[in-house]
């Protein structure tokens, strides 16, 4: 279960690398970081009756202190098996946009790829590379 719809394209996108190791996985995007903390015993519980055996939470650290901290948002999952919580300090899209290929593809080997913690706002700036570089608008559906 992740946080928004740009988790939701990097795992879809990495996808085929996780088939190697035989994970096939199912997204559940909770369009919020609340939401995400609020329906995750719910969402475990689904997954259980789906006889789904890993479920892993995906949540930004953001601001918080530090990821312990923001695990412990997810108490109500925590500790139940199957259950993998995971924190991306700070935000998935700062880990995106550090990833060499995203420089290569996205950028044409311009702007510095690496660490990208310190970026103010992450998700706007992999929307507005990705966007640019392919001329959509976030209102435009495409299969990637």
Not at 53 to 65: G, I, P, T
Not at 84 to 103: H, K, N, Q, S, Y
Request: aromatic residues 6%.
């Amino acid at each position: 279960m992740v946080e928004g719809q740009s988790e939701k394209l990097f795992f879809e996108a990495v996808k085929p690398q996780l088939a190697k190791y035989g994970v096939s996985p199912s997204i559940v995007v909770a369009s919020d970081r609340g939401k995400l903390i609020k329906q995750a015993e719910r969402h475990l519980n689904a997954a259980k009756v789906a006889r789904i055996r890993r479920v892993v939470f995906l949540l930004d650290q953001d601001r918080d202190e530090c990821p312990p901290i923001t695990a412990s948002l997810l108490d109500a999952v925590r500790g139940q098996e199957g259950v993998m919580i995971c924190v991306a300090a700070r935000e998935l899209e700062a880990w995106v946009l550090a990833d060499p290929l995203v420089d290569q593809y996205l950028r044409g080997h311009e702007g510095p790829a690496g660490m990208t913690d310190s970026l103010a706002d992450p998700t706007k700036d992999l929307s507005d590379l990705f966007f640019s570089r392919y001329k959509y608008t976030p209102t435009t559906t495409a299969a990637i």
